[in-house]
């Protein structure tokens, strides 16, 4: 079926520092791509949609530039988050749609900023 | 906006019970719902799709219904395991533009032995 491969699985930084978080869809064309956040105990809230090509469409509240979205390829979609703090710190989840009515789910990336 | 909201947020069962989780949704405009679990520290498992079209989906001991009209979504979970024990969540799929999809607020579950 449809893989999502997401990496890193967990990343720890230093406070100011950028990370970037992949997502590539292993067999298949992802033009959507969405990404999610979830902090401890709570649900997975959508950040962004990205496709291929074009800009990312931002949830309100979801600072653009601090979390810099790039779906430069139909495999391939990165979410850097810039100059991390601690209350970045969070579970990163990417999903792609598949093409047909289910979409896949990356594995995550849990992000620790220290 | 899609709002999903799941009920009980946290429940805890002797091994054996049958059991029901509960997930509502304010906007019946959707594609689809699915169910996932989520064991602590990990990504998602997905269990069971419903279509819009669609009233239930069944696997294994799990069965999913869905009243679109009325904005409701059950998991019913027979004769539950401590294996059983995880984070549920249901995730709502807006039918057009992006097809945005809405997760619940999850409902931990505990089997107890």
């Known amino acids: 079926g449809a893989v999502v491969s997401q990496h890193p699985s967990w990343v720890i930084c230093k406070s100011g520092t950028s990370v970037k978080i992949e997502c590539r869809s292993l067999?298949?064309?992802?033009?959507?791509m969405f990404w999610y956040r979830q902090f401890p105990k709570q649900s997975l809230m959508l950040m962004a949609t990205?496709?291929?090509?074009?800009?990312?469409?931002?949830e309100q509240g979801v600072e653009k530039d601090k979390f810099l979205i790039n779906h430069a390829s139909l495999t391939l979609s990165t979410l850097t988050v810039t100059s991390a703090h601690p209350e970045d710190s969070s579970f990163y989840i990417c999903?792609?749609?598949?093409?047909?009515?289910?979409?896949?789910f990356g594995s995550g990336t849990r992000l620790t900023v220290v | 906006k899609q709002e999903v909201t799941q009920i009980p947020a946290a429940l805890s069962v002797p091994e054996g019970e049958n059991l029901v989780l509960n997930c509502s949704f304010t906007?019946?405009?959707?594609?689809?719902l699915q169910w996932f679990r989520q064991d602590p520290g990990k990504g998602l498992t997905s269990l069971l799709l419903?279509?819009?079209?669609?009233r239930e989906q069944t696997s294994g001991r799990l069965n999913a219904s869905l009243d679109k009209s009325s904005g409701r979504s059950t998991l019913y979970i027979a004769a539950s395991q401590p294996g059983d024990s995880a984070t549920y969540l249901c995730?709502?799929?807006?039918?057009?533009?992006?097809?945005?999809?809405?997760f619940g607020t999850g409902t931990k579950l505990q089997v107890i032995p």
């Open positions: 067999d298949f064309q992802a033009t959507t």
């Open positions: 999903s792609a749609r598949t093409g047909g009515p289910g979409y896949t």
């Open positions: 990205s496709n291929e090509g074009s800009k990312a469409t931002y």
């Open positions: 419903i279509q819009s079209s669609q």
């Open positions: 995730a709502v799929r807006q039918s057009g533009g992006y097809q945005k999809v809405t």
């Open positions: 906007d019946s405009a959707i594609y689809n």
